[in-house]
């Protein structure tokens, strides 16, 4: 099973081979490295461990201006989990993580107290107070280091919006927020999905006729907002992703899943959302009427997706 750490461990802990990274998204670049993470653990005999932080670094030095969350912290840990890491380092990035030095980094966490041996980065990785360490500075202190070139994207079907083949967080984000579906599928190497626990609701679907699985979101930012044709742990159905502006009262992000031909109690399960296609933006509308006409259209552009 593994291992979750919120703080950095007071004794010798097992040696290990670490990879280091927001990992936000875990796009084919992130997969690419806990591959390689797995393939040097073995070949070393190590314990394959992963630091990430909580939250991103960018959230905390510029909340109004960091990017949308791609992932949840749990859905980064069930990737973690199915990659076949032992253990997760989850830092708190505070003022005080923020202030090491990049010498305290390497000498007082990497070493002192992860043990790490071997240490698994992107080749633009950058830490310490004023991002001034990057890996030449892991190789000059003796450490085992494997820096991962980027990953580029290598296919004549698929265009990415920009002048860049790279993959990486920011392509996807671009990709969602444009209704690029198939872009970011390619980016991630399977559809976007969000997972989360379903909740009760204002059963306003149900009042319509279109009853829907309400998901709880962890974060009030999404990399996508609209209505779009979905699937809910591999059953068809049509979401909408946003703050429902025709209903009056105060807004909140919600993500509300209608499904075709179930009839099922999807109440306090963890489900996953997968995103496929885009129909339209989210709207207002002259009141419910027009609101359940728009939804009905709206399942059926979907059924006619799937089909």
Not at 227 to 252: E, H, Q
Request: hydrophobic residues 40%; charged residues 25%; glycine residues 8%.
């Amino acid at each position: 099973m593994m291992q979750i750490l919120r703080h950095f461990p007071d004794g010798r802990i097992q040696p290990s081979a670490l990879a280091i990274g927001n990992f936000d998204g875990m796009h084919l670049g992130h997969q690419a490295l806990l591959k390689e993470l797995k393939a040097v653990a073995t070949s070393q005999s190590l314990q394959t461990a992963v630091m990430t932080f909580e939250p991103h670094p960018r959230e905390f030095f510029a909340p109004d201006k960091a990017p949308a969350r791609l992932a949840s912290l749990r859905e980064k840990l069930e990737w973690f989990e199915k990659a076949g890491v032992d253990t997760v380092h989850l830092c708190r990035f505070n003022h005080r993580f923020a202030s090491f030095s990049s010498d305290d980094f390497i000498g007082e966490i990497l070493i002192g107290a992860l043990n790490a041996k071997t240490i698994l980065v992107g080749e633009d990785f950058r830490f310490g107070a004023g991002r001034r360490g990057g890996v030449v500075d892991l190789a000059k202190a003796g450490l085992d280091l494997i820096s991962l070139p980027q990953v580029n994207l290598m296919d004549e079907d698929i265009q990415l919006p920009g002048d860049s083949e790279r993959v990486s967080s920011t392509r996807v984000r671009n990709a969602l927020a444009s209704g690029e579906l198939n872009v970011a599928r390619h980016l991630l190497g399977r559809p976007y999905s969000i997972s989360g626990k379903v909740v009760h609701g204002a059963q306003l679907g149900r009042k319509l006729g279109f009853s829907t699985a309400n998901v709880h979101m962890r974060h009030e930012r999404p990399a996508l907002t609209g209505v779009y044709a979905v699937k809910l742990d591999g059953l068809n159905g049509v979401a909408n992703l946003g703050v429902r502006p025709t209903i009056s009262g105060v807004p909140k992000l919600l993500l509300e899943v209608h499904l075709f031909d179930f009839d099922g109690d999807l109440y306090d399960k963890h489900v996953h959302v997968e995103f496929y296609h885009k129909i339209r933006d989210e709207m207002k509308f002259d009141g419910l009427d027009a609101l359940k006409a728009q939804i009905a259209k709206d399942a059926q552009v979907a059924r006619n997706f799937f089909r």
